[in-house]
């Protein structure tokens, strides 16, 4: 098993910036990937970016390439969103997620509660 608690979200202006927070826990093997997803009010959950546990390996999705940035700090287990230059459509609650070795981009198998990120115009 895998526990996943992020933090870090909250209400801010268009092109401001926020760093989201992953701590992970439990059996280090199903936590080959780390990925950051996204769901917005009446749409499916999407992939936003993922990082692999050993080599660091990133990956994003298209529309979030120059703005946002994922990393990671092994000694406290812990994964990070940097979102720069927010605009409303970055609005949606967002969820970390591991998963055992795989396409980064998807079939996560554990998830966190999710953290609320509002961008207003």
């Known amino acids: 098993q895998v526990q996943l608690v992020e933090s870090g979200g909250g209400l801010v202006q268009a092109g401001d910036s926020l760093r989201l927070s992953c701590v992970a826990s439990?059996?280090?093997?199903?936590?080959?990937?780390m990925g950051w997803f996204r769901q917005a009010p009446a749409k499916e959950r999407e992939f936003v970016a993922a990082?692999?546990?050993?080599?660091?390996?990133?990956y994003y999705a298209d529309f979030v390439k120059g703005r946002f940035t994922v990393s990671k700090d092994n000694a406290k287990n812990t994964v990070y969103l940097q979102m720069n230059s927010l605009k409303p459509e970055d609005t949606a609650v967002y969820y970390c997620?591991?998963?055992?070795?795989?396409?980064?981009?998807?079939?996560?198998?554990?998830w966190g509660q999710g953290t609320q990120v509002t961008v207003s115009s």
């Open positions: 997620a591991a998963k055992s070795p795989g396409i980064p981009t998807r079939n996560y198998n554990y």
């Open positions: 990082i692999i546990w050993i080599g660091g390996s990133e």
């Open positions: 439990g059996r280090t093997a199903s936590r080959y990937a």
